[in-house]
């Protein structure tokens, strides 16, 4: 049962550093305003993922039951414990990672929401209500 799981998480862990990549590619677009680049992105963030969770099923049939966790903590095995806290750190930069690049793009589009207000701005005629505050 080793073998296999360290097979699995091996596979596991090579289709997280190919999405992490993405998601550097992602950043990188996103620094660079390149959209078009961005929704071509989109189809192989998707294929990625949908690979990783066929090696998630795959490492669930494996364990059964059993929790990941517990089974690390059992074995001898130096290479399975490596490797698990390699996924661990290559899970971890990936949140980070997506967690910046969301702030990049929730940032972009406050950005451009302002211009928008600014190069068209609300046209209606301002006037007092008869609190003295400004209906809009």
């Given at each position: 049962?080793?073998?296999?799981?360290?097979?699995?998480?091996?596979?596991?862990?090579?289709?997280?550093?190919?999405?992490?990549?993405?998601?550097?590619?992602?950043?990188?677009?996103?620094?660079?305003?390149?959209?078009?680049?961005?929704?071509?992105?989109?189809?192989?963030?998707?294929?990625?993922?949908?690979?990783?969770?066929?090696?998630?099923?795959?490492?669930?049939?494996?364990l059964g039951e059993y929790s990941l966790?517990?089974?690390?903590?059992?074995?001898?095995?130096?290479?399975?414990?490596?490797?698990?806290?390699?996924?661990?750190?290559?899970?971890?930069?990936?949140?980070?990672?997506?967690?910046?690049?969301?702030?990049?793009l929730k940032q972009e589009l406050v950005?451009?929401?302002?211009m928008l207000n600014v190069i068209n701005?609300?046209?209606?005629?301002?006037?007092?209500?008869?609190?003295?505050?400004?209906?809009?």
């Open positions: 049962m080793e073998k296999e799981l360290i097979e699995v998480i091996g596979n596991q862990k090579v289709q997280l550093e190919k999405l992490l990549i993405l998601l550097q590619v992602q950043k990188d677009m996103i620094m660079k305003k390149d959209t078009f680049g961005l929704e071509g992105l989109v189809d192989k963030l998707s294929d990625c993922s949908k690979k990783i969770a066929q090696e998630e099923v795959a490492r669930r049939k494996v966790v517990d089974i690390v903590k059992k074995c001898n095995n130096d290479e399975l414990k490596h490797l698990y806290e390699k996924v661990k750190e290559v899970l971890n930069e990936i949140i980070l990672q997506k967690e910046t690049n969301s702030l990049l950005f451009t929401n302002k701005p609300d046209r209606e005629i301002k006037t007092y209500n008869s609190f003295g505050g400004l209906r809009r």
